[in-house]
């Protein structure tokens, strides 16, 4: 008993005096400053060094083989892939190219005229084209001409009809010298004598024109007309 009244004593003076202690508070939580991890581009970074770099690493394109053939067609021709120029085909020579693969449009000239032909090219294959049969068929001539394409008598003329062709990339002018032999009895005589007709006939031309002109080749007085088949004995082109 006395115990508790000397614990209660000591229990007393300790509020009067105040000696309780505070309580411990929790532990504070410290505190954090965030840090910016992604580090921007600059301004002054140029957009293509920023391309650059992503292309670098990609894989080189897959290609594939084009072979483009003239066949046995008579010439040398330009031959162009996509609008650029790729080389020359030649009779029995053909070229092979290496193409990406994808989409091409493939062409070749004689002249100013063109064929094209649009072809895919895939890794691991060879692709032919042959283009002779469109060169036959469109390309007849390489170089310029005139030909007789008709003729027929007309009182004491033979009317000749002479085709000219420009297949070249220039103006030119074209001539043509038309010749025929003939017979025919005198009216005087009345006898058979033989002899010949010459005359010019002229055209211009635009790059890949033809035309077709009407010579006249007037024959010596008489009657009972025969004669052979006009021959062109001169023919001339110059540029213009």
């Not at 170089?143 to 220039?170: C, K, L, S, W």
Request: glycine fraction near 8%.
């Amino acid at each position: 008993m006395k115990n508790i009244l000397l614990l209660f004593l000591v229990v007393a003076g300790c509020l009067a005096a105040g000696c309780v202690g505070q309580m411990k508070s929790a532990d504070s939580v410290p505190t954090v400053t965030p840090t910016n991890m992604f580090t921007s581009f600059s301004n002054a970074t140029p957009l293509s060094n920023l391309t650059n770099t992503s292309n670098s690493t990609a894989p080189p394109a897959l290609k594939g083989l084009l072979k483009i053939s003239a066949g046995g067609w008579t010439g040398e021709f330009p031959v162009s892939i996509d609008n650029m120029s790729s080389g020359v085909v030649a009779t029995q020579r053909p070229i092979t190219l290496m193409l990406d693969e994808g989409n091409h449009s493939v062409e070749i000239c004689c002249g100013v005229v063109c064929e094209r032909e649009n072809v895919t090219i895939r890794f691991g294959e060879q692709r032919i084209i042959d283009f002779s049969e469109r060169l036959k068929k469109n390309c007849e001539f390489l170089e310029p001409v005139a030909r007789i394409v008709g003729y027929f008598m007309n009182g004491d003329q033979i009317a000749v009809n002479v085709e000219f062709i420009n297949p070249t990339t220039q103006t030119l002018t074209m001539s043509a010298e038309i010749s025929c032999g003939y017979s025919y009895i005198e009216s005087r005589s009345n006898n058979r004598v033989g002899n010949s007709a010459q005359s010019l006939v002229l055209a211009t031309l635009k790059p890949g024109d033809r035309t077709i002109k009407m010579l006249n080749l007037y024959l010596a007085s008489g009657y009972s007309y025969n004669f052979g088949a006009p021959t062109i004995t001169r023919f001339d082109h110059n540029k213009l």
